[in-house]
């Protein structure tokens, strides 16, 4: 029997059973000789126990690992379960066997794509938590309830600068203001597909796709203007110029420092689609603004990787170290001033996740600027302030919460701390324990309504990042 185990941990294996198996943990039963099942499991990884499995193999296990697993379930998925049931027929009608039934099992229903992109709030029980189809929910301190904002398209982002006040953005360029408990819609100025929101250079900034960078002055979102210098690492000698709108494919997350996200590599050779042709950048005031806009400064480590893109960052207007970034690639990046003033992006070993891929989606600060962080594994990263892995000194801990991709952390407090992402109609309340460094988290399911509305694309996530 042939079959096709679509989320066995990080990797995809196709398996040829010789017997009849029961059902397992990952939704696969079998009830007779020649039976199809295909299955998935996003909770539960229990590994197989009753499977002949002949030569197991991974099928794109660099391409599919870690975050890619839900993109390959929505797009590749249908192709591969119908080339297995055609292999299936094509070895009935050549069996020697005629007594050989084939029976096909019902598919379990796709995902219902119901899931919390990002959560941000005032306090612990003034929570707002926003997501695909335009999905948000308020969190009273007790419960959860539903807010209409009036759209069906995904809302990507919702944050506040600590004043009470709360923004939010999403696709198409839609933007809203919350003062007083209630949301109204603004004007961004902009139809692209919007991914951010934080302050920068002290003025609130909403950053999207197609170098999309809007400003808030006073009630108004006003444009970025185009400009951007490239460097030279060394001496800082103009090395090329580029164009926001035409050279930045996305612009993802803002921190008080610099602007983080994609640009294309000026010397590619060959047509920018998808990843190609693509790495991280931070972009900052140029030393030479009257001339140039923008600095780009690319970003980016991973040797195995073609395209690392800067896809989280912390912000801290205290303290220029306790200002990180996160890439796609999952290494951490932390910000110093240099001797003549300079933005420092220094490396931070080793790399957080476990395959290409799979990145660093968002962080948060703690009061002592303990820095925490989520992953496309599904993981909760913990590091303490003074964490220096060369030294030896200071922790860094990784805690497993969910086998789907997490995008979005904040906490009032290390008391109560939320989680959301890639897991269906629910998101997670945590807390810290600091006796022995343990997290103690609880999955809080969610209503969504049934009003259909846009969901995010089968190619690229909720913040415009390819997975091809």
């Keep these: 029997m042939l079959g096709v185990d679509f989320l066995r941990g990080n990797a995809y294996y196709l398996y040829v059973v010789k017997r009849p198996l029961p059902a397992d943990g990952h939704g696969l039963p079998v009830k007779s000789q020649g039976l199809i099942g295909v299955g998935r499991s996003v909770v539960s990884v229990s590994p197989p126990t009753e499977r002949e499995v002949i030569e197991p193999m991974k099928l794109f296990a660099s391409a599919f690992s870690g975050t890619h697993a839900r993109w390959f379930r929505l797009s590749v998925a249908p192709f591969l379960l119908c080339t297995v049931l055609g292999l299936a027929l094509f070895g009935a009608g050549c069996s020697s066997d005629s007594s050989e039934e084939i029976i096909f099992d019902t598919p379990p229903p796709e995902d219902e794509m119901n899931w919390i992109f990002d959560v941000y709030g005032n306090s612990a029980d003034d929570v707002y938590a926003c997501g695909n189809r335009g999905a948000m929910f308020h969190f009273d301190g007790s419960s ?157 480590t991973d040797q195995f990787s073609e395209a690392e893109w800067v896809t989280a960052a912390s912000n801290s207007v205290v303290n220029i170290e306790d200002n990180y970034l996160g890439t796609s690639e999952g290494w951490i990046f932390r910000t110093s001033e240099g001797d003549a003033g300079e933005l420092v992006i220094s490396l931070m070993n080793p790399d957080v996740t476990s395959d290409q891929g799979s990145g660093i989606r968002d962080m948060w600060l703690d009061a002592n600027s303990n820095l925490y962080f989520v992953t496309d594994d599904g993981d909760m990263g913990f590091q303490t302030r003074d964490y220096n892995f060369g030294e030896g000194i200071g922790e860094r801990k990784m805690f497993p919460v969910t086998h789907a991709g997490l995008t979005s952390i904040w906490g009032a407090d290390t008391d109560h701390i939320f989680m959301s992402g890639f897991t269906e109609n629910s998101l997670i309340q945590a807390s810290m324990d600091f006796s022995d460094t343990s997290l103690v988290f609880t999955v809080v399911p969610l209503e969504f309504p049934n009003k259909g509305g846009q969901s995010i694309g089968m190619f690229e996530d909720h913040q415009g990042l390819p997975r091809y």
């Design 144 to 300: 959860w309830s539903y807010v209409d904002m009036g759209v069906g398209t995904p809302i990507t982002t919702v944050w506040g600068p600590g004043d009470g006040t709360l923004f939010a953005a999403g696709h198409n360029g839609k933007l809203w203001q919350n003062s007083g408990g209630t949301w109204s819609s603004m004007s961004s100025g902009t139809s692209h597909n919007l991914f951010g929101l934080g302050t920068f250079d002290s003025s609130v900034h909403a950053v999207g796709e197609n170098g999309t960078i809007r400003r808030l002055s006073g009630n108004s979102w006003i444009s970025a203007d185009n400009i951007v210098i490239l460097r030279d690492p060394e001496s800082f000698a103009p090395k090329d110029t580029l164009n926001l709108q035409e050279d930045v494919p996305s612009v993802i997350t803002v921190n008080q420092h610099f602007l983080g996200g994609a640009y294309h590599l000026p010397d590619f050779e060959g047509e920018y689609i998808g990843l190609a042709g693509t790495d991280g950048m931070v972009l900052a005031i140029d030393a030479e603004p009257e001339i140039y806009d923008w600095r780009l400064r690319p970003v980016g």
